[in-house]
């Protein structure tokens, strides 16, 4: 008896969703992440006033009722995409504390990628809307500059405690640790940037975090 040739079966696609049925988890998700990238995209290129939701859901690829069933205005849309600019810097910053090294290492790492974080185009950008709608978008201004508790858990204060723990350096205010170390980094260089100095090059950066580093343990580390 001659034996069947075996069809090869099709590879698995995506499965289709019946028309008008509920997004399954994942399609949800990905959705989110669509409009905050069009909306980071456009927002960044425009600014916040010249932007519109139209612009943005047309960006997306979606409609206009989607994107205000998801965030329902302009100012939701925009906190929304400063959030996760936000959470998505700690996760960078948290990643590379956790890695080997002496302090100096470690905080030289962090340093040079908050640095090229915070001077990025797209985030010279946001904090120049920021700073523009500031009357108008206080709660937003609170949420991006709002001060964080002293027991509160970030990145840099991880890696503070984890040397603090091996006894290289004094934790007596993690708190002010955490704000000098960072004004240190990016606080002049990311005013300057705003009021239109030309770029840093790679070599100056390197330099303003070697120094910024080598003032801060100066007087922080054992």
Do not use: N, W
Not at 8 to 29: I, T
Not at 45 to 67: D, P, Q, R
């Amino acid at each position: 008896m001659k034996q069947r040739e075996k069809i090869p079966l099709k590879e698995a696609g995506p499965s289709k969703r019946p028309y008008g049925g509920r997004p399954s988890l994942r399609e949800a998700e990905l959705l989110h992440d669509r409009i905050l990238d069009a909306a980071t995209e456009l927002f960044a290129k425009h600014g916040y006033g010249e932007t519109s939701i139209e612009a943005i859901a047309g960006h997306a690829g979606i409609g206009k009722l989607t994107l205000y069933r998801r965030f329902g205005d302009k100012d939701a849309l925009f906190q929304a995409v400063a959030v996760r600019m936000s959470e998505q810097r700690r996760a960078e910053m948290a990643k590379i504390g956790e890695g080997e090294g002496s302090l100096s290492d470690v905080l030289t790492a962090v340093g040079r990628r908050l640095l090229d974080i915070v001077l990025s185009p797209e985030s010279i950008a946001f904090h120049r809307i920021v700073f523009a709608d500031a009357v108008r978008l206080p709660e937003l201004c609170a949420l991006m500059y709002q001060e964080i508790p002293p027991d509160a858990p970030t990145p840099i204060r991880a890696i503070f405690h984890r040397f603090a723990d091996g006894g290289a350096l004094r934790v007596d205010d993690v708190g002010l640790l955490d704000q000098q170390f960072i004004q240190a980094i990016v606080g002049q260089s990311l005013l300057q940037t705003l009021l239109g100095r030309p770029a840093m090059s790679e070599c100056e950066r390197e330099e303003h975090v070697r120094k910024a580093v080598d003032l801060f343990l100066y007087g922080a580390a054992t």
